[in-house]
């Protein structure tokens, strides 16, 4: 079956842009998470949602990063004033309410 | 201190031996333990995972886990080239849907 999906699978933007990263999770998974992972890391959580509601977002580094998941399927991670730092894999990953994840394939974001 | 180390390696180790990962841990509050492996470019795969202290196998990987010491292992058996990869260690509480605190990530090579 499908998995997690990711887009765009790369995006390059220059500092001060904003951007936005999309996540397709699994049908019918009901939690969906963010991560962060730079070269050489491991992935650093961001936030968690369960449904349409963010059950936990103690990982978003600051204001500038923000996500949604309107109708508890769909996610986007957006990004305002981007900065070189920013650089990195965002990943996805979506549960159907278990300690399973299954992530997707990430996006790779590069701010110049 | 980071909440879980893992030795980045690299580790490289010929076909066919029996390769051990390690990673230890602070947060007693962990009850999940996974293992997931990412190839390059690609997102982190669960391989398995387990639940409190106690030995889990499938097929040629076996994880362990002893709470008292706070360390958990994963065992490669009769490794193959194709399981060169990245192999991740991550934990969580003990609600099931929760966020992932995961390891460095340890770089695995068989060589043929």
């Known amino acids: 079956g499908a998995g997690v999906s990711q887009t765009p699978s790369n995006k390059v933007t220059e500092k001060g842009k904003y951007v936005e990263l999309r996540c397709d999770p699994i049908?019918?998974?009901?939690?969906l998470y963010w991560y962060r992972q730079s070269l050489g890391q491991g992935p650093e959580f961001l936030i968690y949602f369960q449904g349409t509601g963010a059950a936990d977002d103690s990982g978003l580094p600051n204001d500038r990063f923000f996500a949604v998941r309107p109708e508890g399927s769909v996610s986007t991670l957006k990004i305002q004033r981007t900065e070189r730092g920013d650089s990195a894999v965002y990943l996805c990953?979506?549960?159907?309410?278990?300690?399973?994840?299954?992530f997707g394939p990430g996006t790779r974001l590069t701010v110049t | 201190q980071k909440e879980v180390e893992q030795d980045p390696g690299p580790l490289s180790v010929p076909e066919g031996a029996i390769v051990s990962l390690n990673c230890t841990y602070s947060n007693s509050a962990f009850q999940y333990f996974m293992w997931y492996r990412q190839y390059s470019r690609k997102g982190p795969e669960l391989l398995m995972y387990?639940?409190?202290?106690g030995n889990k196998e499938d097929g040629r990987f076996t994880a362990q886990v002893d709470k008292s010491s706070k360390y958990i292992s994963l065992f490669i058996r009769d490794s193959q080239p194709s399981d060169s990869a990245t192999y991740l260690c991550a934990m969580s509480g003990l609600r099931g849907a929760q966020k992932l605190v995961f390891g460095q990530g340890t770089r695995l090579t068989i060589n043929p």
């Open positions: 990953a979506s549960s159907p309410d278990s300690v399973e994840q299954y």
């Open positions: 387990t639940y409190s202290s």
């Open positions: 049908s019918g998974h009901t939690a």
